[in-house]
Nanobody, 127 residues
Framework: VQLQASGGGLVQPGGSLRLSCSVS????????IGWFRQAPGKAREEVAC????????DYTNSGKGRFIISRDNGQNKVYLQMNSLKPEDSATYYC?????????????????????WGQGTLVTVSS
């Protein structure tokens, strides 16, 4: 199983950015992908998650309202669209897989439930 996050960069406050997570090596679609972020000196937190089986999405308080998670099963990618970005959104963003996916599907919010991790991609929101 491999996950690879990309799409980070420098963006001005109020701007948008779309992160991508390429996934491979799964034996079935019974898994979920979560996006986490970790700022320096802070705990890692989940912002959004999606079931690769049926596309069910969920958001934590950190991701609700401005972030949109989606999937493209044909491309084996999961996206995180981030809008109206704020300086406090600056962090390293990670995608991770939870196998099997919880049922009913939801974001557990805890990284210990995720079995596989990609490398992070850095997002900096600054003028």
């Amino acid at each position: 199983v491999q996950l690879q996050a990309s799409g980070g960069g420098l963006v001005q406050p109020g701007g948008s950015l779309r992160l991508s997570c390429s996934v491979s090596g799964f034996a079935s679609d019974d898994y979920g992908i979560g996006w986490f972020r970790q700022a320096p000196g802070k705990a890692r937190e989940e912002v959004a998650c999606i079931s690769l089986h049926d596309g069910t999405t969920d958001y934590t308080n950190s991701g609700k309202g401005r972030f949109i998670i989606s999937r493209d099963n044909g491309q084996n990618k999961v996206y995180l669209q981030m809008n109206s970005l704020k300086p406090e959104d600056s962090a390293t963003y990670y995608c991770a897989a939870e196998v099997p996916a919880p049922k009913p599907y939801y974001c557990s919010g805890y990284d210990v439930f995720y079995n596989h991790w990609g490398q992070g991609t850095l997002v900096t929101v600054s003028s």
